[in-house]
């Protein structure tokens, strides 16, 4: 099938070819008929099967055919997002397809100082891509009115959930007319998402994309069992004699974040971090090096595992195994785009082995054990004394207390503070 039998007009198809598609992808092959007919949708799709394009051509066109002079500062489509980032993707590929119709698009989303967000609202936006938690804050202020949303989409709806959105999405779902298309784009569909599907859709097309070649099969995967004290000297290792032209390098703390990066560079490995603690402007521009190759490694914390699209990434390295097995599947998913092949490499310590064991259950496979390095170790088990019990935790580690237990050791605790202070002040 080609983007013409869509029935799309000439300018988005003279637009989609300018930007090197040739053939829709399942989604959109899918979406867009029934989007072009004013249906609602529930999608279930993972990152990287084109589902921004597959919501984006329709709205555009129905924007187009029914745009009325002088009605430019109502707001037509309202897009969610979960992340800035996603947010400002979604909003450069809207800008991109309607370059040459007159769709505009604004993106609002938390980071960054309002000023500029409010005069682009002001101007007038036919598409506002957001974040939650900016949209209702300028909601609040009285900045902006949706009052006129034709088209309603919520992309990503479990990462909101998960982020804690849940009720800001609610409230903003309530302040659009309920004569509206909806669409919802989850990569997973639990109960509580079809919970909120239920409230927000009216008799939604369901549509559930299952590539032939999922992100798990087009990605060499592997780990590497290393102590924790030689996990930056084997990733230097990795980056000087493997194959890797660039790598999106995730570890657990912002702090970790920056002092590996510094340790790379020291080592002559061009490095950048992105994490929380970076202005929107410092990850935009961090980003747009790390795609233009002018930095071969960026350290990044999960908060770069959903929503960046980067072209020819060629490694993703677990430096920390994940908290969730979910972010496993999220994060390596950051390579082999687009049909292409990648190359996973995690690196497990003693610590993280019930990491590794849900990550393998998640994926319903044993990660292939890469043993041919100078940092090797037996395979990480988590030891036991005789009554079972684990040992070897961290300091202050005290893992999960009974009731009693937890009670029990907060009265010592308390005891031993009173004992310490009165010792100090004789």
Same mark, same amino acid.
């Given at each position: 099938?080609?983007?013409?039998?869509?029935?799309?007009?000439?300018?988005?198809?003279?637009?989609?070819?300018?930007?090197?598609?040739?053939?829709?992808?399942?989604?959109?092959?899918?979406?867009?008929?029934?989007?072009?007919?004013?249906?609602?949708?529930?999608?279930?799709?993972?990152?990287?099967?084109?589902?921004?394009?597959?919501?984006?051509?329709?709205?555009?066109?129905?924007?187009?055919?029914?745009?009325?002079?002088?009605?430019?500062?109502?707001?037509?489509?309202?897009?969610?997002?979960?992340?800035?980032?996603?947010?400002?993707?979604?909003?450069?590929?809207?800008?991109?397809?309607?370059?040459?119709?007159?769709?505009?698009?604004?993106?609002?989303?938390?980071?960054?100082?309002?000023?500029?967000?409010?005069?682009?609202?002001?101007?007038?936006?036919?598409?506002?891509?957001?974040?939650?938690?900016?949209?209702?804050?300028?909601?609040?202020?009285?900045?902006?009115?949706?009052?006129?949303?034709?088209?309603?989409?919520?992309?990503?709806?479990?990462?909101?959930?998960?982020?804690?959105?849940?009720?800001?999405?609610?409230?903003?779902?309530?302040?659009?007319?309920?004569?509206?298309?909806?669409?919802?784009?989850?990569?997973?569909?639990?109960?509580?998402?079809?919970?909120?599907?239920?409230?927000?859709?009216?008799?939604?097309?369901?549509?559930?994309?299952?590539?032939?070649?999922?992100?798990?099969?087009?990605?060499?995967?592997?780990?590497?069992?290393?102590?924790?004290?030689?996990?930056?000297?084997?990733?230097?290792?990795?980056? =000087?004699?493997?194959?890797?032209?660039?790598?999106?390098? =995730?570890?657990?703390?912002?702090?970790?974040?920056?002092?590996?990066?510094?340790?790379?560079?020291?080592?002559?490995?061009?490095?950048?971090?992105?994490?929380?603690?970076?202005?929107?402007?410092?990850?935009?521009?961090?980003?747009?090096?790390?795609?233009?190759?002018?930095?071969?490694?960026?350290?990044?914390?999960?908060?770069?595992?959903?929503?960046?699209?980067?072209?020819?990434?060629?490694?993703?390295?677990?430096?920390?195994?994940?908290?969730?097995?979910?972010?496993?599947?999220?994060?390596?998913?950051?390579?082999?785009?687009?049909?292409?092949?990648?190359?996973?490499?995690?690196?497990?310590?003693?610590?993280?082995?019930?990491?590794?064991?849900?990550?393998?259950?998640?994926?319903?496979?044993?990660?292939?054990?890469?043993?041919?390095?100078?940092?090797?170790?037996?395979?990480?088990?988590?030891?036991?004394?005789?009554?079972?019990?684990?040992?070897?935790?961290?300091?202050?580690? =005290?893992?999960?207390?009974?009731?009693?237990?937890?009670?029990?050791?907060?009265?010592?605790?308390?005891?031993?503070?009173?004992?310490?202070?009165?010792?100090?002040?004789?």
């Amino acid at each position: 099938m080609t983007f013409a039998e869509l029935t799309l007009n000439q300018t988005l198809l003279d637009a989609i070819t300018k930007g090197g598609y040739e053939t829709p992808t399942p989604i959109q092959e899918k979406a867009i008929p029934h989007i072009l007919k004013g249906k609602d949708m529930l999608g279930s799709a993972q990152t990287g099967t084109g589902k921004t394009a597959a919501f984006a051509l329709p709205i555009i066109q129905k924007i187009q055919d029914s745009k009325r002079h002088g009605d430019t500062k109502h707001v037509r489509a309202l897009v969610l997002a979960p992340t800035r980032e996603l947010a400002l993707q979604i909003k450069d590929n809207f800008v991109i397809y309607s370059k040459d119709i007159k769709v505009r698009t604004t993106a609002i989303y938390g980071g960054v100082p309002k000023r500029k967000q409010i005069q682009a609202l002001k101007r007038g936006a036919d598409v506002v891509v957001a974040t939650p938690g900016r949209l209702m804050d300028l909601m609040n202020q009285g900045v902006i009115r949706l009052d006129k949303v034709e088209y309603f989409v919520l992309d990503e709806a479990d990462r909101m959930l998960d982020m804690g959105f849940i009720d800001d999405v609610k409230k903003i779902a309530k302040s659009v007319p309920n004569k509206r298309q909806t669409m919802l784009f989850s990569a997973t569909i639990p109960k509580s998402i079809e919970k909120l599907a239920s409230a927000l859709l009216t008799s939604p097309i369901r549509i559930e994309i299952n590539p032939e070649n999922t992100p798990l099969d087009t990605i060499n995967q592997s780990v590497y069992f290393v102590k924790r004290n030689d996990k930056a000297a084997l990733l230097s290792d990795i980056l =000087f004699k493997e194959a890797v032209t660039s790598a999106l390098v =995730f570890v657990r703390t912002k702090h970790g974040a920056n002092d590996l990066a510094k340790l790379l560079n020291s080592s002559g490995v061009l490095t950048d971090t992105i994490h929380g603690n970076k202005t929107q402007g410092q990850r935009q521009r961090t980003l747009k090096s790390f795609k233009q190759g002018r930095v071969k490694v960026l350290v990044a914390t999960d908060i770069a595992s959903r929503g960046i699209d980067i072209d020819d990434l060629s490694h993703v390295i677990n430096y920390d195994m994940p908290e969730s097995a979910e972010t496993y599947v999220h994060r390596i998913g950051r390579t082999a785009r687009a049909g292409k092949e990648g190359v996973s490499i995690s690196f497990c310590s003693p610590r993280e082995s019930h990491l590794l064991k849900a990550v393998q259950k998640h994926i319903q496979m044993r990660l292939p054990v890469e043993a041919d390095h100078r940092f090797k170790i037996e395979k990480p088990e988590k030891k036991q004394n005789k009554k079972g019990k684990g040992k070897g935790k961290k300091s202050g580690d =005290f893992g999960k207390f009974s009731k009693n237990s937890k009670k029990n050791y907060e009265s010592k605790a308390k005891k031993y503070k009173v004992k310490r202070r009165s010792y100090q002040g004789k």
